[in-house]
């Protein structure tokens, strides 16, 4: 995969491929020719369907897409230049559409400065991830099974094979590591394309990376996410390999998380430093409980863990967060604060979500659980949240029925950038994943009672 910035001159391009986003978070295509795009198009996009990206139903399901060149890159690829270009979508009456992940990931930055507590939030995401050399599946009604490889020993036809565990691979590097010649080509793609990475390394489970991205704006990070996972994947099967950022893919290893470092800026300062605990402002212990409060409800769950295998991997033992705490250092707590910082530099971490998460969802729903606790002036010591001992009292949730009951009930402090519309879908549409997976027996119900 060659990519790289784009100069401006449209005349060299061959394709203009834009870039929009389904309900999913997934990244959708349509190419137009050269010969097609002028300023025109440029500046008023083209018309497409809605109601095949999983949208709640709208009466008009025609949209407009119009190109966001800041955001544009060029691809070549075999023997074409490619200028890729996220879109903003807007109603056929001139409204950007308020179901649109980047619609409402642009309106809670825009609550955020009309609050007048910051001007922008800052995001820092990992991503982690699973990388298999063979991978099979399939269900049916006279079977289910799934069947994976890695040369770093996992599979029938590495079982022979020298290994270092399933769960000793943090930062290893080869011949143990198998991936870093793709973590290197992706990393190399990532910055062509204009996304900041920090840096990349080997996971703990055997086959398992992570590539993290520096601090960026809200908006900007859903869009280095969802290009970053593309790329990925993308390189990834150039190299015959296969990727999944499941959150739980495998019994008993590691999970993938999503984890997220955040602040939030005024007068281009952080305002959660300060002489508080942990060396948090009061404002940054009120954004802290604002996201604990939330998640304890299940609601921001609905948006950072909006998948059945969520919560395979919110389960105790493998450094996943199963409770509302928050802690310097512990990588236990939901929110977990950095401990290698210096004085002043304080941010905090949500380690719970995980990439089964639309992150344009994610991330804005984060920021308004975050302004919510601020506004509220929720103190989350006196709620109980400093207490790193699990109590009944701060458990989260352990399924996808309870979080989406907690989001129907807690759904107010979404309300100035989500559409009612959007959190009843979601919810329906949740549901219906959450019934096909959990009205299917599994092989471990064969073993306990066949």
Known sequence: M????????????????????????AIRSVSLPRSYVSEKVLKDGIGFDASNFGYAQVHKSDMVAIPDLST???????????????????????ELFDQYPRSIAKKAVKYLQDSGIGEDAKMLVELE???????????????????????????ESYEDAPRFGLSKGYHRLAPDDKYGQ??????????????????????????????????????????????SKWIIRSIAEEMGLFVTFMPKPMYKIAGNGMHVHQYVTKAGKSIFPGEEMYGLSTAGLQYTAGLLSHALSGSLLAWSNPSTNSYRRLVAGYEAPVSATFAKASRAAAVRIPGYLKKGEARIEFRTGDATANTYYFLAAMLLAGIDGIKRALDPVKLGYANTKESAKNIFPTGLFHVLAGLKKDHEYLLPAFPKELIDSWITLKQHEAEYVYNAPVPQEYELYF
Not at 87 to 92: A, K
Not at 141 to 155: D, L, T
Request: hydrophobic letters at 40%; one cysteine or more; a negative charge.
């Open 129 to 155: 991830f699973y990388v298999f050399d063979d991978v099979r599946y399939s269900t049916t009604v006279a079977h289910s099974y799934y069947y994976v490889e890695s040369a770093e020993g996992i599979g």
């Open 182 to 227: 793709l973590r290197n080509e992706v990393v190399r793609a990532m910055e062509q394309a204009g996304i900041p990475v920090k840096y990349h390394h080997h996971e703990v489970g055997a086959a398992q990376l992570e590539i993290e991205l520096n601090f960026i704006s809200l908006v900007q990070a859903g869009d280095a996410v969802v290009l």
């Open 2 to 25: 060659q990519l790289y910035a784009y100069s401006g001159d449209i005349s060299s391009i061959d394709y203009l491929s834009m870039l929009v986003v389904d309900v999913h978070g």
């Open 72 to 94: 544009a890159f060029v691809e070549e690829k075999d023997d074409f230049k490619i200028l890729h270009t996220f879109c903003d979508v807007w109603t056929t009456d001139g």
